[in-house]
């Protein structure tokens, strides 16, 4: 053997000593790693590690998850306000942190309600085994809860014949507000997913560019000054005078979209000096900051109002927070380019740095649930910042409806019906003198008052006269002079809906009117049970609105000349 020869085979068995040697360190790791893993899963025993990777949101959106079912409801929503907030479902103390606590500190648990995380998450859990029971009950009785009062609830809910219902419900223990929108659960509402005008964004204002889908916007737009009235005439008039009332909004899927829209309004409404409604001028005491939580929401404004929506988020007017389901549908549409500002974003998308608005949840409804003993309470309803993943394929492939339909323990399934006509508001064909179920006649509002030691009052008005169709004699929008469809002009309504018409004459003198003309409704019966809140129809009041009459300039620019303004 050559010394060259033997010289390497030396050096070759020095390197099979060495990876031995190193075997041999890698091996005692391992032992140690599982030492360490023994160790850790006896701690284990003692501490479910689901609450240590738990990171539901917080609290307060749980509230709101009861709140946006309630909306839904067919019949009213104050039997089971009562029950679930005034008849200690919910303790009450809750309540009373609403009313003394900073909304600050809104989504912090410890600071806010006294709850760490983990006590919060099964509180939930605990609240949601009885509401669920409860609503999933459709033989309940529509009574109130024996010895609770309504003394201290009061809500107005507004329905129109192109929407269901939005519910402002003032509550003198939290001395807030709720603005509360209804979700898709209509043919009607779920068609505007479906237009070209929610493929393009409408801008707002002219001069600006910041836009939304045209036909979600036009459904709030419709009923704008009726919401801020029916919010100062609960301040003023329920809640108590010259107090600090904390305002929120929120909405389970259109609702949420709905909900993001009007925290956007209200900032401009209440913030700009040359609004009707701004906050110093304004004799209710609501406060100008305002507090947003959705849902299963769909994206609602393009890049350059998310970035405004993003600043008021900053400089602490709005506190927002969404919550979706992995596997959710409804969360990624429309679909759209996440890199123009034209397209649609949540506004966690438009910036990473805004992570910690967004809570992504496994849903833990996987199939049809027809009672509440099949909700499965012990997946926890883990949530992260974050997507489990990027990749637009197999975020395809997860889609479940199931996942849009069980939001923060709370189950909206069984009102997901977008083929039920049955519940909407019908259209009035003055000519006919007729209600119509479908498209012919005017658009018609409905007004509901309740709660407040009160009978339950309620009207209908033509949402033409409001919006000064009427005054202008262009009622029959869809006609010509020769009285024939212009289905030019028809098919432009379609694509470009105009968000200028808005319920620019319901001035507080008018919406005043309407609430003294209000009748008590028929179907109310003493011992405080209402059986069918619910009308479809009914006599109308005639406003009094005419060419003299005073109105309400367009509302869409006072968000962005704020904006111009704080920038």
């Known amino acids: 053997m050559s010394k060259k020869t033997h010289k390497y ?16 360190t890698i091996k005692k ?83 806010f309600f006294k709850l760490s995380n983990i006590i919060s998450s099964k509180l939930c859990i605990e609240y949601a085994r009885k509401i669920n029971k409860r609503l999933l009950d459709d033989t309940r009785p529509k009574t109130f809860p024996i010895g609770v009062s309504s003394k201290n609830v009061m809500y107005i809910s507004i329905t129109t014949s192109n929407y269901s219902s939005v519910y402002i419900i003032a509550d003198k223990i939290m001395n807030a507000i709720w603005v509360v929108f209804k979700g898709t659960d209509s043919p009607k509402n779920m068609s505007i997913y479906s237009k070209p005008s929610s493929l393009i964004s409408i801008n707002l204002c002219e001069g600006e560019r910041d ?82 939580i959705t849902f299963g929401s769909p994206r609602v404004l393009n890049g350059f109002a998310i970035k405004k929506f993003n600043k008021f988020i900053e400089k602490e ?57 099949q909700i499965q309470y012990n997946n926890l309803h883990l949530c992260n910042h974050y997507k489990k993943t990027t990749d637009i394929k197999i975020q395809f492939n997860s889609m479940n409806i199931y996942a849009h339909s069980l939001y923060y323990y709370i189950l909206y399934y069984n009102l997901l019906n977008v083929t039920n006509y049955t519940g909407e508001i019908m259209r009035y064909d003055y000519k006919m003198k007729k209600y119509s179920d479908f498209y012919g006649g005017d658009t018609m509002g409905r007004i509901i008052i309740a709660g407040g030691e009160s009978n339950t009052r309620i009207g209908f008005y033509d949402l033409y006269e409001v919006e000064g169709r009427k005054i202008n004699n262009d009622n029959d929008i869809d006609k010509d002079k020769n009285n024939k469809k212009d289905y030019y002009k028809m098919a432009i309504d379609y694509t470009i809906p105009n968000i200028n018409i808005q319920d620019n004459y319901m001035t507080k003198k008018v919406f005043d009117y309407l609430l003294k003309n209000l009748t008590v409704y028929k179907d109310d019966v ?42």
């Open 29 to 111: 790791i391992h032992d140690y790693a599982n030492k360490g893993i023994k160790f850790l899963s006896k701690i284990n025993n003692l501490i479910d590690t689901k609450e240590m990777e738990s990171d539901d949101p917080p609290f307060i959106c749980f509230i709101s998850s009861i709140l946006s079912r309630l909306a839904y409801n067919r019949n009213g929503i104050l039997d089971d306000y009562l029950t679930i907030f005034h008849d200690n479902i919910i303790n009450n103390d809750f309540l009373i942190d609403i009313k003394n606590n900073n909304i600050n500190d809104i989504f912090n648990n410890n600071d």
């Open 9 to 24: 085979n030396k050096t070759k068995r020095k390197g099979n000593n060495k990876t031995k040697r190193k075997g041999n």
């Open 211 to 292: 836009g939304t889908i045209g036909g979600i916007f036009k459904i709030l737009s419709e009923i704008i000054n009726t919401i801020m009235n029916s919010i100062g005439y609960l301040s003023n008039h329920f809640l108590t005078p010259k107090s600090s009332t904390k305002i929120f909004t929120c909405g389970h899927s259109l609702g949420g979209a709905l909900a993001t829209i009007f925290a956007y309004l209200w900032i401009g409404l209440k913030n700009n000096k040359k609004s009707p409604y701004y906050h110093k001028h304004s004799k209710n005491s609501v406060v100008n900051k305002i507090c947003c």
């Open 317 to 373: 007017y709005i506190f927002y927070r969404r919550i979706a389901n992995e596997g959710d549908p409804f969360v990624n549409i429309p679909i759209s380019s996440t890199v123009f500002d034209s397209g649609y974003f949540h506004p966690d998308e438009y910036n990473i740095n805004n992570k910690h608005l967004v809570f992504f949840c496994n849903p833990i409804l996987e199939k049809k649930i027809l009672s509440e003993k």
């Open 526 to 567: 003493k011992n405080n049970t209402n059986t069918n809140i619910n009308p479809l129809k009914g006599e109308v009041i005639f406003l009094p609105i005419n060419k003299q009459s005073v109105f309400i300039e367009s509302i869409n620019c006072y968000t962005s000349q704020f904006f111009n303004y704080i920038d």
